[in-house]
């Protein structure tokens, strides 16, 4: 194998890989090791333990969905093109409702996701805790559809209602609720 350069990102890509294939469970910095063709402690240097290895997981899909909004000159469409990016993203995780809900962040990761989504809504018109209020919305929104959609009951459900369907008709009634309360 050719020598690459330990990252982040190419740490996250690996643990996306096996997280995809083995599920949550199975993740972990041993298998992610082998993945990369390295040796366990050499990713102690970017990732301490499996805790921070979730977290960095968590995070990189997070950011990927960021960079899929398209261009947006208003702030209903850009909440709406970001929960699709993270509908989608989070559909194609095997486990994605668990990651997230187990992935505790350090705080300045926090601020910067929560800056990464702030910033383009206050330009499109939201007061800042407004858009705060509206992306932690969405995101719920989304974490608890996904829940669903790959949980115990995911094939009744299914059977039920086509879930894509309803999921984007609740994303829809959210935005335009939130677009009418002060």
């Not at 509206?134 to 009951?153: C, D, Y």
């Amino acid at each position: 194998m050719t020598e690459r350069k330990l990252t982040r990102a190419t740490i996250a890509a690996a643990a996306l890989d096996v997280l995809n294939e083995q599920g949550l469970d199975q993740l972990s910095l041993r298998k992610v090791a082998a993945r990369l063709d390295v040796k366990a402690p050499s990713l102690y240097w970017h990732v301490a333990d499996k805790n921070m290895l979730l977290a960095l997981l968590a995070e990189s899909i997070f950011t990927d969905c960021l960079t899929k909004i398209p261009a947006c000159t208003d702030w209903r469409d850009w909440l709406r093109g970001f929960g699709m990016a993270l509908w989608q993203a989070q559909n194609a995780t095997r486990d994605a409702g668990r990651l997230i809900l187990g992935a505790g962040q350090p705080i300045e990761v926090l601020e910067a996701m929560q800056d990464a989504i702030a910033t383009p809504l206050i330009a499109l018109g939201l007061a800042p805790e407004r858009a705060i209020m509206m992306q932690a919305s969405v995101q719920a929104l989304v974490t608890g559809w996904t829940t669903f959609a790959q949980g115990p009951n995911a094939a009744y459900l299914q059977s039920r209602l086509p879930i894509d369907t309803a999921f984007a008709a609740g994303l829809d009634a959210l935005i335009h609720g939130l677009d009418r309360t002060p």
